[in-house]
């Protein structure tokens, strides 16, 4: 048995100890006209498929490609290893040179508050200690809703004191007006389990279910306490649907994790008393 079988059993076996084996059942459900001697063909595509369709464009509706925003270059997939790769966002090509840029940005791009999210952006100039001018282009520049905006540099945290160091160089010439702040980033802030748990509410985002929405929002206000995330998917119409409502409620913030973890159907999720 390999690795990646083994965790997926020992997953399973943890799921049918708390009970919530009902969740991943083995063989789909069989409706209506579908053959059970055939491949299951249910997917979380039919939620989708469901969903109530938009109105057509219009004809006078115009269609516009993405861009690059205010990137200065762009990142170029050179080897099927690099880490270098695209997201879009408001219609805005963001491009990360790292894994450490991928996840920061997926974490950025699940805020509400944000308009704007732009890659490789704006040149800042600083001096040495020998007084030699330098420029320096910032990996993400934020643009908030309400006109902020945040330079970001993300390096990993074994570079803090060099770029805190560098940071502060730039903020002493003239070119740091360009923006309201600095930032610095590292993996502390774009973990792994964070990014993951950012990936499921952009994938949440893609589904049109406010009805479920709503009646989870209804279960979720009569709890005190915590309540792990698989007791959620008790009793209800459609697993699937419920677990894309679990997640635009943790994306409203009405549901959080305590302790930041990577949220599966074992973690235990607390409701906020201000939603």
């Known amino acids: 048995m390999s690795i990646h079988s083994a965790r997926l059993v ?15 059942n083995r063989k789909a459900g ?26 057509e464009a219009s004809e006078d509706e115009t269609f516009y490609e993405p861009t ?3 990137a200065l270059r762009s990142t170029l997939r050179k080897n099927a290893s690099a880490s270098n790769g695209f997201e879009f966002f408001n219609g805005i090509r963001v ?3 790292s894994a450490i840029e991928h996840r920061c940005l997926l974490r950025f791009m699940t805020r509400h ?3 704007e999210i732009h890659s490789q952006a704006l040149l800042f100039h600083y001096h040495d200690d020998d007084e030699k001018l330098h420029k320096h282009t910032i990996d993400y520049l934020l643009i908030y809703k309400d006109g902020w905006k945040d330079a970001i540099v993300v390096k990993p945290e074994r570079k803090r004191d060099e770029m805190d160091d560098l940071i502060e160089r730039m903020k002493a010439h003239p070119s740091s007006a360009q923006v309201n702040g600095f930032q610095f980033l590292s993996e502390t802030y774009g973990t792994i389990e964070a990014a993951e748990n950012a990936d499921f509410i952009l994938w949440s985002r893609d589904f049109q279910i406010d ?11 009569t709890i005190d306490g915590y309540v792990r995330f698989g007791d959620l998917m008790r009793s209800c119409h459609d697993i699937d649907e419920r677990r894309v409502a679990i997640w ?22 607390a409701r906020n008393p201000a939603q």
């Not at 020992?10 to 991943?24: C, D, E, I, N, P």
């Not at 209506?32 to 055939?38: A, I, P, T, Y």
Request: proline share 2%; aromatic share 6%.
């Open 10 to 24: 020992s997953a399973r076996m943890k799921m049918r100890k708390a009970g919530l084996g009902f969740v991943h």
């Open 211 to 221: 009805h479920e929405v709503a009646d989870l929002l209804e279960i979720v206000r």
């Open 30 to 55: 069989i409706a209506g006209m579908q053959d059970s001697s055939l491949r299951a063909t249910g997917s979380l595509m039919a939620i989708a498929a469901s969903a109530p369709k938009q109105a």
């Open 113 to 115: 508050d944000i308009a």
């Open 248 to 269: 635009r409620l943790i994306d409203l913030g009405v549901l959080f994790s305590p302790t930041g973890e990577r949220i599966t159907e074992l973690t235990y999720l």
């Open 95 to 97: 491009y990360f040179d």
């Open 68 to 70: 690059h925003g205010l």
